[in-house]
């Protein structure tokens, strides 16, 4: 007669495969981490939101490979944190912090003023800062804030970094973006979201925004060395997500984010889609693109919407001043 598995045995067992499995599905979730060996000795980086989340990560790996970057960020303290992590992380002391909040266009251009008496040269930048199912609420200039800090404030810091990433090319743009994007809707009648309030339609439609606005900027930059790319990183566990209920839920930290944990990629896995745009020299000449998860994907009705995109820039250009003396 068989002997009986103790309970203790059998448990250990099942508990063990369980997070085997769990780590596993965590693992190809995440996808593929990216592989190219080049550096960026020489090269300058200005990196949006970099203190913390798929940012801070991003910074990380770029600092890893000897480049001298710039994190704007808004809370300044936050940022000499994570700077001074990462400067012990990789020996790279070329990592600084300037302030740049994004819902201040006075500081967006007091940034860039600051950044061209540093710097002569620009080869990446990446918009990545950004805010998601927050209240309602408003910048400084009175637009609605994911249209503001997501779109608006990076359409300025864009457009007033163009003359050195022109200067610098081979340069890259990358806007960080988001699946949602599918969702949004351009509402012309109501841009800025004054007559109806929904967090959720707001942050998908300036999701939508810089999809267009990616679009739109590369057929401007045809011909000038200078590509920008659009990307969904992926669902992340990341601070972005802290105006979500599920994310606050007692119930949800205790049940349901342990079950979801294998599905969701962490902040370092989805800054692998990031990397992969900023470095790969396959995409060396790629521009206007969407690329979701890593990899190349068509995007809505809706975001190829051309002539929209036009209006959506002509709008951007009256609501940041761009071209006012």
Known sequence: MARKVPRIIFWTSTIASALVGAYGMKAWTGGKSYAGKETLEGKVVIITGA???IGKETTLALAKRK???IMACRNMNKCETARR???LATKNKYVYCRECNLESQKSIREFVDLFKKEESKLHILINNAGVMHCPKSYTQEGIEMHMGVNYMGHFLLTNLLLDVLKASAPSRIINVASVAYKQGKINISDLNNTEKYDAREAFAQSKLALIMFTRELARKLTGTGVTVNAVHPGIAHTEINRNLSFHNSYFSALFLKPLTWPFIKSAKQAAETIINLALNPDLNSTSGCYFSNGKLAEITDEAKND????????????????NSS
């Open 51 to 53: 203190n913390s989340g």
């Open 67 to 69: 480049a001298k970057v």
């Open 85 to 87: 992590e990462i400067v």
């Open 307 to 322: 002539s929209l995109a036009k209006w959506l820039w002509l709008t951007s250009e009256k609501w940041t001043k761009l």
